[in-house]
């Protein structure tokens, strides 16, 4: 029995014809008419520049061959035909197709043979011949993913146990002894917030050494808004000690965000003038913090000002807390202020859940003489639950963001003099990115929220309308105790910088105040410019009821920038 090898050695000839300058030709013999199929479905190159080239190209088909199970092959010398012309010949014989891998259990991964999906028993596997070296690779890639980075395979004891059948040994070699990630080490961003290591990277000191598990977690690294990875992982061996280097560059992460809106008033006729600022600064502590600012002024004399505070992994734990203010100013008629504050849970780095407390108070500003019997004077605590899922992209330079789910849902109770009135409310926000090839996409957002009681207040509605709802309507000049909303865009990137986009956009509110019960569309297009500044966004949209028909005196401009600072 020929000794089982993958790698033949280069037969060495004694001397070597002085044909430099004369291009060489191989011709290989086949002693079987079968075998010619064999050797023509491999290929090999007929045409060389020297002698070496010429005998290369026969060991590499040896090796081919050795893969695909002809190792009972039998190659005759090279024989010089004529000046130009190398001949050899081969008898292949039969293929062994499959091979009884015998194992000792101890030495396999729980789950390993499963997760190769063959046939299997208590003492040995079976496997295809020409699937061997990929099964070994796996089979020591789960061994070094348990700590043990320096044991090799091999197969030994290799004997026929059948036609077109072998049987061996699997040997498991080198340093047994467990490795444990003794020590982390940044380099680059010496002051990137440990607790990101521990909980969002899942990197942790004295556990069994990964590597394929290591180089997956710091991947996510890119998924940070104020960092990026500059290289791949390292790591140090020593006698005693196992030191795991990553290296970390800070990025800018704080944004500038604003818009202008141009609208005609429908009462003057006269074009007037709406937007937002919005300021949000990210890590600037170093503890992975983030602090953001924004300011609305729309056209119905609605101002709204919100200010909003994360503090991620408090403690060095998995827990993190949010604070948020937000106050809005309704002309003369009345103010509400709402305080909330939640408690979150990072589960990993896509998944949050969270518990939080809400508290409004709202004012009626109206006279005596200008009473509105539907704005009053109330109070409101909720207590909801949250969850949110983000998926980034770091590989794209405008749209950073794939998909992402926000959901809120709340009960709490309402009190109008003393009188205590219990109410339920959910909110939803989600989008999603669907890529159909490298410059097309479709954009999908769906935004809801809804409002359960036995009665209900105008100042107590949520506001919706414009650029980051339904396009094509005034900014939040609409108010529902329930409302859907489905904006939509086809992307089309004209360069990695610059993209083209439609605007059809639905929506269905309810408000049970004026039962009122109306169907929104909407319509344009726009485009998104990533320039040195930021993000450029311009929307046009126009915007109508279920029964109203299109008029371009409705139409609505929207221009937004985003910058990174």
């Known amino acids: 029995m020929h000794r089982f090898l993958f790698l033949f050695l280069i037969t060495l000839f004694g001397s070597t014809p002085d044909l430099m300058g004369q291009n060489l030709y191989l011709k290989i013999q086949n002693e079987l008419t079968e075998n010619t199929s064999v050797i023509d479905s491999i290929g090999y190159q007929k045409k060389h520049a020297d002698y070496n080239s010429l005998n290369r190209e026969i060991n590499t088909l040896k090796y081919q061959l050795s893969k695909l199970g002809y190792i009972d092959s039998k ?104 490795r444990f990630v003794n020590k982390i080490v940044v380099k680059g961003y010496d002051k990137f917030p440990k607790s990101y290591l521990k909980y969002f990277l899942k990197l942790r000191t004295g556990k069994p ?60 006729s006269k074009l007037e003038l709406t937007g ?48 948020e203010l937000t106050i809005f100013k309704k002309d003369s008629s009345f103010t509400t202020a709402d305080q909330s504050a939640r408690i979150n849970y990072q589960l990993n780095s896509k998944n949050q859940f969270s518990v939080g407390i809400k508290s409004t108070k709202s004012n009626n500003l109206l006279s005596s003489t200008n009473l509105n019997p539907f704005i009053k004077d109330y109070e409101t605590t909720f207590y909801t639950i949250g969850y949110t899922f983000i998926n980034r992209i770091p590989d794209r330079s405008i749209f950073k963001r ?31 990115i669907f890529n159909l090839n490298s410059k097309n996409n479709v ?78 569309y909407s319509f344009g297009f726009g485009f998104g410019l990533n320039t040195k500044a930021g993000l450029l966004r311009f929307n046009y949209a126009n915007g109508k009821s279920e029964n109203q028909s299109f008029k371009l005196s409705n139409s609505k401009i929207h221009l937004s920038l985003s910058a990174l600072f």
């Open 75 to 178: 190659w005759h010398g090279i024989t010089k035909k004529n000046d130009s012309m190398f001949e050899t010949s081969v008898s292949l014989g039969q293929p062994y197709k499959n091979i009884d891998v015998y194992f000792n259990s101890k030495n396999l991964p729980p789950g390993t043979l499963k997760q190769l999906r063959v046939h299997s028993s208590k003492l040995y596997f079976t496997i295809r011949f020409k699937e061997i070296e990929q099964t070994l690779q796996f089979i020591n890639k789960k061994i070094s993913d348990q700590g043990l980075p320096f044991n090799t395979l091999k197969l030994d004891n290799i004997k026929k146990s059948g036609v077109n059948r072998l049987k061996a040994d699997l040997v498991l070699s080198g340093d047994n002894e467990m």
């Open 209 to 268: 050494l990964n590597l394929s598990e290591i180089k997956k977690q710091t991947n996510l690294l890119q998924e940070l808004p104020f960092a990026n990875q500059l290289r791949e992982p390292e790591i140090l061996f020593s006698k005693d000690s196992t030191i795991l280097y990553v290296y970390i560059e800070k990025t800018k992460s704080n944004t500038f965000d604003g818009f202008l809106g141009f609208g005609t008033n429908e009462e003057t």
């Open 402 to 432: 794939n998909a992402q789910i926000y959901l809120e849902t709340g009960i709490g109770n309402r009190t109008i003099s003393q009188q205590k009135d219990q109410q339920y409310q959910y909110r939803v926000d989600a989008f999603k």
């Open 443 to 520: 954009y999908l957002r769906t935004t809801s929220f809804g409002l359960f009681s036995d009665s209900y207040l105008e100042n107590e509605l949520s506001r919706f309308g414009g650029i980051n709802s339904i396009r094509g309507f005034e900014e939040n000049s609409l108010s529902a105790t329930l409302y859907g909303i489905l904006a939509t865009e086809y992307r089309y990137s004209l360069s990695s910088d610059l993209y083209i986009h439609s605007i059809i956009d639905l929506a269905y509110f309810e408000n049970k105040i004026i039962d009122q019960k109306e169907k929104l």
């Open 276 to 323: 937002y600022l919005n300021l949000e600064l990210t890590n600037n502590l170093n503890f992975g913090e983030s602090l953001s600012l924004a300011y609305r002024s729309d056209e119905s004399e609605q101002k709204s000002f919100n200010v909003n505070v994360k503090l991620p992994y408090l403690f060095n734990s998995p827990i993190g807390t949010e604070l």
